[in-house]
């Protein structure tokens, strides 16, 4: 089993910044793909970044150029900077990360959430 770990999170301003990060601890065996998913109230889990093993990024395109996704393939952390922040970004942020095994692709976990909310 992985567990991931998130914190960060809180209330912050319109314009301001937060970061996240999300760390995975367990029987891991090699995390392929992490990163971020967000789900505000009524509306539907929506990816917002993520990066692979080797560094390639992906973001919503309603946070491009604000948000930034890094991580430590030695510590297995993934990490989320979002700048610019706007109202319509509160939502609980959940953390995933793609597990493999020797013989190939495993499953996903997630973390537990944590609460953004940007108010105006």
């Known amino acids: 089993q992985v567990q991931l770990a998130e914190s960060g999170g809180g209330l912050v301003q319109a314009g301001g910044s937060l970061s996240l990060d999300c760390a995975a601890s367990g029987s891991i065996f090699r995390i392929n793909t992490m990163g971020w998913y967000r789900q505000a109230p009524g509306k539907q889990r929506e990816l917002v970044a993520s990066?692979?093993?080797?560094?390639?990024?992906n973001f919503a395109d309603s946070v491009k150029g604000r948000f930034t996704v890094s991580r430590d393939n030695v510590k297995n952390i993934v990490y989320l900077q979002m700048n610019s922040l706007k109202p319509e970004d509160t939502a609980v942020y959940y953390c995933y990360a793609q597990h493999y095994t020797a013989y190939g692709p495993d499953r996903d976990y997630w973390g537990q959430g944590t609460q953004v909310t940007v108010s105006s």
């Open positions: 990066i692979t093993r080797g560094s390639t990024t």
